[in-house]
């Protein structure tokens, strides 16, 4: 149901559209805010309320939409299969995280969407509806901030973005069609191709900010080897004046004047190095630049498709 209310949205915004995955993500969201959303807990809970919880949400979405088609006896057919099928599989969340954590275990957390997709923080209104920045940590698990240790920050040795919305260092070109191609950048749910364009500093410098990197893993060097010049994107001008922030507001990120500086390429493969020592010495420039400007330190560069293909850097 929500999944067609969700294109049904997009539809409506025509031109405007955010190029969601049309997967339910929003309206859910939606529902959860106007407090008319239905929770797990609900579902494996006593099932007549979640009968009246559900048919409540369907007739609301029935007013909204009438063109939205679903069929809430058989809908509820197939939940009532899906209750015990995903019963043995579901805990009380927060109660097990804390029980783990005073058991001495480490608890790994991994951000499902990129920083700027984050719905405070991201290219706002062309991001997710959830908080995929550190901050979900504690609004996703109920962790209170001291228990969080080492943020890693995953980044590509270049820019990619999926969807619609400001991109200030998108190649249009056959450099931007090269990257797409070698980093295989297709979105995993909608299938549609990223776009790519030079590694943007100001953004990344930006969610360090929000999310206090402690150390980066930079991905996908192995990209970069054909190019004979690599740009990086240092800082942006707004109306002419550089400008010391990320813009929040779209218009202006959409058109501010990126600031480049020009590194040499290494022009060799990489991928079978795993020592950083004896990566090229274009490459590990390229790497201690962004140390430098971002000022966390770099651990762990992805330099192929393999999962092995990692080079530990300290």
């Not at 995955?21 to 609900?42: L, M, Q």
């Not at 058989?74 to 599989?89: D, M, N, S």
Request: aromatic share 8%; with cysteine; hydrophobic share 35%.
């Amino acid at each position: 149901m929500l999944q067609q209310v969700d294109g049904l949205q997009e539809l409506e915004k025509g031109k405007k559209s955010l190029g969601t995955t049309k997967k339910g993500i929003g309206p859910t969201y939606s529902s959860k805010a106007t407090r008319n959303g239905i929770r797990i807990a609900d579902l494996l809970g006593d099932f007549s309320q979640f009968v009246e919880k559900f048919q409540g949400l369907a007739a609301v979405y029935q007013r909204m939409f009438p063109d939205l088609q679903v069929d809430v006896d058989a809908e509820l057919v197939r939940y009532k299969v899906f209750a015990e099928r995903i019963r043995p599989y579901v805990v009380e969340s927060v109660s097990y995280v804390h029980s783990a954590l005073r058991r001495g275990q480490k608890v790994l957390v991994e951000g499902a969407n990129a920083a700027m997709l984050d719905i405070d923080f991201g290219t706002y209104p062309y991001v997710t509806s959830s908080n995929c920045s550190i901050g979900g940590v504690c609004t996703g698990l109920g962790l209170p901030p001291c228990n969080i240790g080492e943020v890693i920050g995953v980044v590509k040795a270049y820019t990619t973005r999926v969807g619609d919305g400001p991109f200030p260092t998108e190649l249009l070109d056959a450099t931007g069609d090269l990257l797409q191609t070698r980093g295989s950048e297709v979105g995993v749910t909608t299938k549609r191709k990223r776009r790519c364009g030079w590694l943007d500093l100001v953004l990344l410098e930006y969610t360090t900010m929000v999310n206090g990197y402690s150390v980066m893993c930079i991905t996908k060097l192995d990209i970069l080897d054909t190019l004979a010049e690599i740009k990086v994107g240092v800082s942006y001008k707004s109306k002419g004046k550089k400008i010391n922030y990320f813009p929040s507001n779209t218009a202006e990120l959409g058109s501010v004047e990126v600031e480049y500086i020009t590194l040499p390429g290494w022009q060799t493969s990489i991928e079978g190095v795993r020592d950083y020592e004896k990566l090229p010495q274009n490459a590990k420039k390229y790497i201690e630049m962004i140390e430098e400007k971002v000022q966390v330190p770099v651990k762990w560069i992805g330099v192929g498709k393999d999962r092995n293909s990692i080079i530990n850097v300290y």
